[in-house]
T-cell receptor, first 109, second 115 residues
Framework: GQSLEQPSEVTAVEGAIVQINCTYQ??????LSWYQQHDGGAPTFLSY????GLEETGRFSSFLSRSDSYGYLLLQELQMKDSASYFC??????????FGGGTRVLVKP | DTAVSQTPKYLVTQMGNDKSIKCEQN?????MYWYKQDSKKFLKIMFS???????INETVPNRFSPKSPDKAHLNLHINSLELGDSAVYFC??????????????FGEGSRLTVL
């Protein structure tokens, strides 16, 4: 089976940097995705890592270390609109995504 | 120009009733999914169809029956509703190449409340 662990909640101030860690267990690794979900909204895709290293998309970056079964999402220059839940998700065969429990990020002024 | 649309957005019903949620995508994608998000925000896959063919069927009670009349539609029918079925149900889709990158396009969700 597959399992993912991420912190339940992180609080930071506007302009700060937040790192959301995700550790996983899987028998076959295809890739690690990150999604953002605002309260009452739909999950939206942020990034995907299939190979080790850092992927940068604007203020958000995602990192993967397959040897450590570990990834993180880095949110830079935090803005109030970044208050949301962030999910890591493991990709498996058949396009199946298994999601972690989500990390609620609260941005304070 | 909604990409993945679900109806209804809200559904309140009594235990024991049967209800359906409809999903349509206009993105031309081949693969569609149903996910369930519980009150603790845990997102769990239920079913996946690729070009009308069932490819993923997780451990879901057989009261839940998906139907895909064509690759643009995936409906979810639930029989004999129970309190534990209360959740937000998300439909999603992905084309083959985006499936490779782990990107799903989600609908806005259908919040089901069973009383």
């Amino acid at each position: 089976g597959q399992s993912l662990e991420q912190p339940s909640e992180v609080t930071a101030v506007e302009g700060a940097i937040v790192q959301i860690n995700c550790t996983y267990q899987t028998s076959g690794f295809y890739g690690l995705s990150w999604y953002q979900q605002h309260d009452g909204g739909a999950p939206t895709f942020l990034s995907y890592n299939a190979l080790d290293g850092l992927e940068e998309t604007g203020r958000f970056s995602s990192f993967l270390s397959r040897s450590d079964s570990y990834g993180y999402l880095l949110l830079q220059e935090l803005q109030m609109k970044d208050s949301a839940s962030y999910f890591c998700a493991l990709k498996a065969a058949g396009n199946k995504l298994t999601f972690g429990g989500g990390t609620r990020v609260l941005v304070k002024p | 120009d909604t990409a993945v649309s679900q109806t209804p957005k809200y559904l309140v019903t009594q235990m024991g009733n049967d209800k359906s949620i409809k999903c349509e995508q206009n993105l031309g994608h081949d693969t569609m999914y149903w996910y369930k998000q519980d009150s603790k925000k845990f997102l769990k896959i239920m079913f996946s169809y690729n070009n009308k063919e069932l490819i993923i069927n997780e451990t879901v009670p057989n009261r839940f029956s998906p139907k895909s009349p064509d690759k643009a539609h995936l409906n979810l029918h639930i029989n004999s509703l129970e309190l534990g079925d209360s959740a937000v149900y998300f439909c999603a889709s992905s084309p083959p190449e985006r499936g490779v990158t782990g990107e799903l396009f989600f609908g806005e969700g259908s919040r089901l409340t069973v009383l």
